[in-house]
């Protein structure tokens, strides 16, 4: 049975969820945030990709208070927000001129932090999202993994782990489809460049702590051994945590 998982694992399964296949991406859009006299909090997109807003919380904190926002937004009449166009919160805390509120701004499907700064209220802060520059294409058909931070490439997803550090991020493009096992024993982030459009024929073994592996079609089961695991936006047979089997858990929700 092919099953499609966000899992987050530690000593012991603590979220499990089955979620539809996706093409998104994590946008990268330049943003102008102010927070007006009358708190009103205001996000002006300035460039980069559209934002779907029924993806995206606003997270505002001051004083110890946090306040989260969700969808309908202020200023907004379709669910996008375009370059040129204001979304905006009305924030229920109490603030002067001058304060200081951290604003953050969340990519739901991802989890994925696309705005993070203070904002001084009455002041604008203008940021692009932070941005990992990558090759656009690989050298050849041949070479299909790129270490980011090690700038190298690989034939086979072994192979790039064999050969990187602890905190590594790993990029597999499309079109991979490989016959083998994956034995992970150290702290990387493994992606697919596009969600499901990179296969594993194989087993993948996890026996690091803190790996994230995500967005790959695996043939064969994925065994998770360390704590603090993420596979996220996977295709996957079967996945068992400790030797204990997941499937009942993922089909019960």
């Known amino acids: 049975m092919l099953i499609i998982t966000t899992i987050t694992v530690g000593v012991v ?19 102008n945030v102010k927070i007006d006299e009358n708190r009103t909090l205001l996000v002006e997109s300035k460039g980069g990709d559209e934002l779907n807003l029924r993806e995206v919380s606003i997270i505002a904190t001051s004083g110890g208070k946090t306040e989260i926002h969700r969808y309908p937004f202020l200023y907004d009449d379709d669910g996008i ?3 040129g166009e204001v979304m905006g919160a009305q924030l229920k805390m109490d603030l002067n001129v001058r304060d200081v509120v951290n604003v953050k701004i969340v990519h739901i499907p991802f989890e994925s932090t696309i705005f993070e700064s203070d904002v001084t209220v009455g002041e604008v802060r203008v940021q692009q999202t932070p941005q990992i520059t990558i090759p656009q294409a690989p050298p050849n058909s ?30 597999v493009y499309p079109n991979y489809d490989v016959k083998e096992d994956v034995l992970i024993d ?3 982030r493994i992606e697919a460049l596009k969600i499901l459009k990179a296969r594993i024929d194989g087993c993948v073994r996890i026996v690091s702590d803190d790996v994230t592996l995500d967005g790959f079609k695996i043939t064969k089961h994925v065994y998770v051994q360390g704590n603090g695991c993420k596979l996220k936006h996977n295709e996957i047979y079967e996945v068992e ?9 993922l089909n019960s929700r």
């Open 13 to 31: 399964v603590t979220n499990v969820q089955t979620i539809k296949k996706a093409i998104y991406h994590v946008p990268n859009t330049v943003l």
């Open 142 to 171: 041949s070479y299909l993994v790129f270490n980011v931070d090690k700038g190298k490439w690989y034939r086979t997803i072994g192979e790039a782990v064999r050969d990187a550090d602890d905190g590594n991020r790993i990029i």
């Open 81 to 83: 927000l375009k370059v």
């Open 186 to 188: 150290k702290t990387l």
């Open 241 to 249: 945590v400790y030797g204990f089997d997941l499937l009942p858990a």
